[in-house]
């Protein structure tokens, strides 16, 4: 009777999944249908128009001012734009929506875009920071929350997440990707997408995601923004295109093209990119977006005569829609008329656009989000304090220096950026208030009480004049005029927390820097306090990897706390006194000296890669050729012993996957959690292969004593990479595994595949 009860139990499965599927493929063919049924009833000029992108550039709740804002409203009315970005507010959304609703001929709704990066009106930390937590569902959350809050406001479409991979420290948009590992950011961009997007677009208060930026933005030459981009194409597949692949297979909306070119092609007229691998290869059914006003600029790149060439070239390489371009209205309905674009071109790209306000659920109500919301920020700014603390990463703990006893009488904190309530909302900064985070003197405050006497000074200023998105910071490199103060209140304290690092403007989308180190007068100043008091704190708040060999050389304690956001004091504070045992890792290498960069973990070993007899190999002759503190690295205020690596088999096949062993044990005072991680190394290959890829990791939280026995299994799709042969495809041979708390201080074991 047992075997007929699971007989039965077993097909009821079945056929549930079965249903499932087949609603699945209905609602896909209903889409279908209702997509080519409004494709069908079109003219070109307003397929045209489906294919326009406007920025808000005025107050749509009034009258159209200018010359240009009134065109763009009657190209409104007349149904000839097909999305807008930064129109903020249910209202103003609600009217721009009414303007095409009421006004154009088939009332196609409008969909409306804005950089939702980290947070909308809560802001959680910036990406790279996040990323540094390892937590894929603590992003999924953030992500969530964003979500929420953006969706209440209007918005039904985000230009996020950025996942470029990006080896460069001097680059000042690093902060806004998750670092140099592909494996990991292809984690994060699933997690993302799936935050934004949740299991279905037509749901409560989703937004469409964006996977951006394709392809090789971070790999611009001398870490400069726009710059040019040499790769070849191993390069190409076997590290940047993976995130985006991840992200395509999640079902990600949109895609954004890249400002640069790639070995003399602008990605943006990229046909191999766009046509070939994302809609050939790889069957994603989304459409493309430029970055703003990219498809014009491949006039100045000299791969465009005029606007009208720029168009011709952007649809035949395949991106859909022209944000701020002008390019698309003006020259495509010319270009169709003159036989230089294929209508079934437009078509694609009209029906990939139809397709994303169909499942965002735009035509059934296209005021969905322009409707009032409740959003309980509160809880959502529980979740960022809880998000911002795990994304911290202690880099030093010289003589357990932390966590600090709430028992010791005076604390000093210093630095330009100790009550800086800005810097710590980071850049690209959404709806987040000025000046409304936690700054790291409140958040000691509110962790001490009123036992212990808190001193603070400034010390100098960071930066001086305005500050704002377009413009550069101005850097203080002369005044030190509040060192004597800074210098007095170290000399009576019995500790110091510094608080020094990177203003909120100085990372992030056209801050590229040829120095990474304290900008400013911030190094004197801390090596003047080093002076009177040695017993120091130091915690950075930075959007990059910084350069500083002398403080970790020097002082006895360094935490990396990143810009976090909205409850970043709150969060340093918790880790500070021990209410949180840090557990962040690196996603990202810190250079011991920014003439290494690029750095990264995942190198080529080449010809020469050491000797302890000579120069001629691949190294430095003035410094260390690793880095400071490699991917993968971070402390805890516990210690963590691994032990040897035990594997099911010397010998693997495609049909027989490796189970890979590990134990770790607890062997400090306290409760902590470690992120067990996993890297491969093949060891002969069609191509040259780097020393080490991360494949795996696992987070693990131990009691005091505690064992606990880690297990990854090692797949033969694990072992693919992009070979001699131009695919994705695994090789026979010796493949070393690794396994360890950072990609420097590894277990290692080695086996033989066979196919």
Same mark, same amino acid.
């Given at each position: 009777?047992?075997?007929?009860?699971?007989?039965?139990?077993?097909? +009821?499965?079945?056929?549930?999944?079965?249903?499932?599927?087949?609603?699945? &493929?209905?609602?896909?063919?209903?889409?279908?249908?209702?997509?080519?049924?409004?494709?069908?009833?079109?003219?070109?000029?307003?397929?045209?128009?489906?294919?326009?992108?406007?920025?808000?550039?005025?107050?749509?709740?009034?009258?159209?001012?200018?010359?240009?804002?009134?065109?763009?409203?009657?190209?409104?009315?007349?149904? !000839?734009?097909?999305?807008?970005?930064?129109?903020?507010?249910?209202?103003?959304?609600?009217?721009?929506?009414?303007?095409?609703?009421?006004?154009?001929?088939?009332?196609?709704?409008? *969909?409306?875009?804005?950089?939702?990066?980290?947070?909308?009106?809560?802001?959680?930390?910036? $990406?790279?920071?996040?990323?540094?937590?390892?937590?894929?569902?603590?992003?999924?959350?953030? +992500?969530?929350?964003?979500?929420?809050?953006?969706?209440?406001?209007?918005?039904?479409?985000?230009?996020?997440?950025?996942?470029?991979?990006? !080896?460069?420290?001097?680059?000042?948009?690093?902060?806004?990707?998750?670092?140099?590992?592909?494996?990991?950011?292809?984690?994060?961009?699933?997690?993302?997408?799936?935050?934004?997007?949740?299991?279905?677009?037509?749901?409560?208060?989703?937004?469409?995601?964006?996977?951006?930026?394709?392809?090789?933005?971070?790999?611009?030459?001398?870490?400069?923004?726009?710059?040019?981009?040499?790769?070849?194409?191993?390069?190409?597949?076997?590290?940047?295109?993976?995130?985006?692949?991840?992200?395509?297979?999640?079902?990600?909306?949109?895609?954004?093209?890249?400002?640069?070119?790639?070995?003399?092609?602008?990605?943006?007229?990229?046909?191999?990119?766009?046509?070939?691998?994302?809609?050939?290869?790889?069957?994603?059914?989304?459409?493309?977006?430029?970055?703003?006003?990219?498809?014009?600029? *491949?006039?100045?790149?000299?791969?465009?005569?005029?606007?009208?060439?720029?168009?011709?070239?952007? *649809? =035949?390489?395949?991106?859909?829609?022209?944000?701020?371009?002008?390019?698309?209205?003006?020259?495509?309905?010319?270009?169709?008329?003159?036989?230089?674009?294929?209508?079934?071109?437009?078509?694609?790209?009209?029906?990939?656009?139809?397709?994303?306000?169909?499942?965002?659920?735009?035509?059934?109500?296209?005021?969905?989000?322009?409707?009032?919301?409740?959003?309980?920020?509160?809880?959502?700014?529980?979740?960022? !304090?809880?998000?911002?603390?795990?994304?911290?990463?202690?880099?030093?703990?010289?003589?357990?220096?932390?966590?600090? =006893?709430?028992?010791?009488?005076?604390?000093?904190?210093?630095?330009?950026?100790?009550?800086?309530?800005?810097?710590?909302?980071?850049?690209?900064?959404?709806?987040?208030?000025?000046?409304? +985070?936690?700054?790291?003197?409140?958040?000691?405050?509110?962790?001490?009480?009123?036992?212990?006497?808190?001193?603070?000074?400034?010390?100098?200023?960071?930066?001086?004049?305005?500050?704002?998105?377009?413009?550069?910071?101005?850097?203080?490199?002369?005044?030190?005029?509040?060192?004597?103060?800074?210098?007095?209140?170290?000399?009576? +304290?019995?500790?110091?927390?510094?608080?020094?690092?990177?203003?909120?403007?100085?990372?992030?989308?056209?801050?590229?820097?040829? =120095?990474?180190?304290?900008?400013?007068?911030?190094?004197?100043?801390?090596?003047?306090?080093?002076?009177?008091?040695?017993?120091?704190?130091?915690?950075?708040?930075?959007?990059?990897?910084?350069?500083?060999?002398?403080?970790?050389?020097?002082?006895?304690?360094?935490?990396?706390?990143?810009?976090?956001?909205?409850?970043?004091?709150?969060?340093?504070?918790?880790?500070?006194?021990?209410?949180?045992? $840090?557990?962040?890792?690196?996603?990202?290498?810190?250079?011991?000296?920014?003439?290494?960069?690029?750095?990264?973990?995942?190198?080529?070993?080449?010809?020469?890669?050491?000797?302890?007899?000579?120069?001629?190999?691949?190294?430095?002759?003035?410094?260390?050729?690793?880095?400071?503190?490699?991917?993968?690295?971070?402390?805890?205020?516990?210690?963590?012993?691994?032990?040897?690596?035990?594997?099911?088999?010397?010998?693997?096949?495609?049909?027989?996957?490796?189970?890979?062993?590990?134990?770790?044990?607890?062997?400090?005072?306290?409760?902590?959690?470690?992120?067990?991680?996993?890297?491969?190394?093949?060891?002969?290959?069609?191509?040259?292969?780097?020393?080490?890829?991360?494949?795996?990791?696992?987070?693990?939280?131990?009691?005091?004593?505690?064992?606990?026995?880690?297990?990854?299994?090692?797949?033969?799709?694990?072992?693919?990479?992009?070979?001699?042969?131009?695919?994705?495809?695994?090789?026979?041979?010796?493949?070393?595994?690794?396994?360890?708390? =950072?990609?420097?201080?590894?277990?290692?074991?080695?086996?033989?595949?066979? &196919?």
């Amino acid at each position: 009777m047992k075997k007929i009860h699971a007989i039965i139990a077993l097909l +009821a499965l079945s056929l549930t999944a079965s249903a499932q599927k087949t609603e699945i &493929k209905s609602s896909v063919q209903q889409v279908e249908t209702k997509v080519d049924s409004v494709l069908g009833l079109m003219t070109l000029e307003e397929k045209v128009g489906q294919l326009v992108q406007y920025n808000g550039s005025w107050d749509l709740t009034g009258p159209a001012s200018g010359m240009d804002n009134k065109q763009k409203e009657d190209n409104l009315k007349n149904g !000839r734009v097909g999305a807008m970005l930064n129109v903020l507010s249910p209202e103003a959304t609600a009217e721009a929506q009414r303007l095409v609703m009421e006004n154009s001929r088939l009332k196609i709704p409008l *969909m409306f875009g804005y950089d939702v990066i980290h947070g909308y009106k809560t802001i959680f930390p910036v $990406p790279l920071a996040e990323t540094a937590s390892w937590d894929l569902e603590a992003m999924e959350k953030s +992500a969530r929350i964003s979500a929420v809050e953006a969706s209440a406001e209007g918005i039904n479409w985000t230009f996020s997440p950025m996942i470029d991979i990006s !080896r460069d420290a001097r680059w000042g948009r690093i902060m806004e990707g998750s670092g140099e590992d592909p494996y990991l950011t292809s984690k994060v961009a699933v997690a993302k997408v799936k935050g934004y997007q949740g299991d279905d677009l037509s749901g409560a208060q989703t937004i469409a995601a964006t996977a951006k930026h394709f392809a090789g933005y971070g790999f611009g030459e001398a870490g400069r923004d726009y710059n040019t981009v040499h790769i070849g194409e191993n390069e190409l597949h076997n590290t940047i295109l993976p995130p985006f692949k991840a992200a395509a297979e999640a079902g990600v909306a949109t895609f954004m093209n890249s400002f640069n070119d790639i070995d003399g092609t602008p990605a943006t007229g990229h046909k191999v990119l766009q046509r070939d691998v994302l809609k050939g290869d790889w069957n994603w059914d989304g459409f493309i977006v430029s970055d703003w006003g990219s498809i014009a600029e *491949m006039i100045e790149h000299g791969f465009a005569e005029d606007k009208i060439h720029a168009a011709q070239i952007a *649809m =035949n390489a395949g991106s859909d829609m022209d944000m701020e371009g002008g390019a698309y209205e003006a020259g495509l309905v010319k270009l169709v008329g003159d036989g230089k674009v294929k209508e079934e071109f437009i078509d694609d790209a009209v029906r990939r656009i139809l397709r994303v306000k169909f499942k965002l659920g735009l035509f059934e109500d296209p005021y969905r989000y322009s409707k009032p919301v409740t959003v309980d920020f509160d809880a959502h700014r529980e979740v960022a !304090r809880d998000i911002a603390r795990k994304s911290i990463v202690l880099l030093k703990n010289e003589n357990n220096t932390l966590p600090l =006893n709430k028992e010791r009488k005076k604390i000093a904190v210093i630095g330009p950026l100790a009550d800086d309530k800005d810097s710590p909302i980071g850049n690209w900064r959404a709806q987040g208030e000025t000046n409304s +985070a936690v700054s790291v003197l409140e958040g000691i405050r509110n962790a001490v009480g009123k036992n212990v006497e808190i001193s603070y000074a400034k010390g100098a200023d960071l930066g001086v004049g305005e500050r704002n998105f377009l413009l550069p910071l101005e850097i203080n490199k002369t005044d030190t005029s509040g060192f004597e103060k800074a210098i007095s209140t170290a000399a009576s +304290a019995d500790l110091v927390v510094m608080v020094l690092g990177e203003d909120a403007f100085q990372s992030g989308e056209g801050r590229s820097q040829v =120095n990474i180190g304290l900008a400013g007068v911030q190094q004197e100043l801390l090596e003047k306090i080093y002076e009177v008091n040695q017993n120091i704190v130091l915690v950075l708040i930075n959007g990059r990897p910084l350069e500083i060999s002398w403080a970790s050389e020097t002082i006895p304690a360094i935490v990396e706390a990143w810009q976090l956001g909205t409850e970043s004091g709150n969060a340093i504070a918790d880790v500070l006194f021990g209410k949180y045992n $840090p557990s962040g890792k690196l996603p990202v290498s810190f250079p011991r000296a920014v003439g290494q960069e690029p750095l990264y973990y995942n190198q080529k070993n080449t010809g020469r890669p050491f000797s302890a007899e000579h120069v001629t190999y691949s190294a430095y002759t003035d410094e260390r050729r690793d880095a400071l503190y490699p991917f993968g690295f971070g402390l805890s205020y516990t210690s963590f012993e691994f032990g040897e690596i035990e594997i099911s088999s010397e010998e693997m096949t495609a049909n027989a996957p490796l189970e890979v062993k590990i134990k770790v044990k607890n062997t400090g005072d306290l409760k902590g959690s470690e992120i067990v991680q996993l890297y491969l190394r093949d060891m002969v290959a069609s191509t040259t292969r780097p020393v080490k890829e991360l494949k795996g990791f696992e987070t693990i939280q131990l009691e005091v004593g505690e064992e606990k026995e880690v297990i990854f299994t090692i797949t033969e799709k694990m072992l693919r990479f992009y070979n001699a042969n131009r695919k994705w495809e695994s090789e026979e041979g010796k493949f070393e595994i690794y396994i360890g708390p =950072n990609s420097r201080d590894l277990k290692k074991a080695e086996f033989l595949f066979k &196919k």
